[in-house]
């Protein structure tokens, strides 16, 4: 049994071109409903290249809000921080454009209460975002929802602390919650280490606290021909 299918691209290069188009035309759709169209950033490194073809949109960019999927708890500047990232990837190349309204809603994981940090964000964090997008770990962890972690069967809260086995280990996530109201769920995934995770996660069994990016099995996954060699 399939629990999703992913489409595959060549190269991570193809992937970044086919995801930028994406999450712009379900932006575009939620422009017309006349209110603040959300975006749930994935971190890491796989959507840098994505998020860069982004500027290349005539979207009204100072209308949107971006999230965070997850953050590490680590100072906005830091060399591991999300938030960093997707500012250099995103922000600062939109910045110069009428797009400087933009809004970067940071997840402030390096607070010293990182419980109330996370109730905090949840409390910005719309009921139900326009276009979440997904990273995919070589352990099958998506956001920071790690194999094992009781946070992949989180249904109360939104958004909780979690210590996870990649360094930084500290980190706020999203829960399924959040990733079962999206609208639009778009998962990407790129390099041959990860192909033994998605090929389990696609056809293995359906079991979402070991393998964490099942929890979004609903959605889009556009993956590199690397990622998709066990398929
Ligand atoms: C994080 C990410 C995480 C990421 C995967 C893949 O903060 O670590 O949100 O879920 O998407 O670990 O990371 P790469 O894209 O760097 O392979």
Same mark, same amino acid.
């Given at each position: ?97 009428? @797009?400087?309204?933009?809004? +970067?809603? *940071? ?5 010293? $209460?990182?419980? &109330? %940090? ?91 606290? @070991?393998?964490?990016?099942? +929890?979004? *099995? ?5 993956? $590199?021909?690397? &990622? %998709?060699?066990?398929?």
């Amino acid at each position: 049994m399939k629990h999703f299918e992913p489409i595959v691209l060549k190269t991570a290069d193809e992937v970044a071109a086919a995801a930028a188009p994406w999450i712009v035309r379900r932006l575009e759709a939620a422009t017309f409903e006349e209110r603040r169209p959300s975006v749930v950033l994935a971190g890491g490194t796989t959507p840098k290249a994505t998020y860069r073809l982004l500027e290349a949109s005539a979207l009204a960019w100072h209308r949107v809000d971006f999230f965070f999927g997850d953050e590490r708890a680590v100072p906005p500047d830091h060399a591991e921080s999300n938030f960093r990232m997707a500012k250099e990837a995103i922000a600062d190349r939109l910045g110069g454009s009428e @797009s400087a309204g933009l809004r +970067l809603v *940071r997840m402030e994981a390096d607070a010293p $209460d990182m419980d &109330a %940090a996370a109730r905090a964000y949840e409390a910005l964090l719309p009921e139900v975002v326009d276009v979440l997008i997904l990273g995919m770990g070589e352990d099958a962890h998506t956001a920071s929802l790690f194999p094992g972690s009781p946070a992949t069967s989180e249904h109360e809260r939104r958004v909780v602390p979690v210590v996870g086995p990649k360094p930084p280990p500290k980190r706020l996530t999203i829960t399924p919650r959040v990733i079962d109201a999206a609208r639009n769920v778009l998962v990407l995934v790129t390099g041959a280490g990860k192909a033994e995770a998605l090929a389990r996660a696609a056809h293995g069994e359906l079991d979402p606290t @070991s393998l964490p990016i099942q +929890l979004a *099995r609903r959605g889009t996954f556009y993956v $590199d021909a690397a &990622a %998709a060699s066990a398929l």
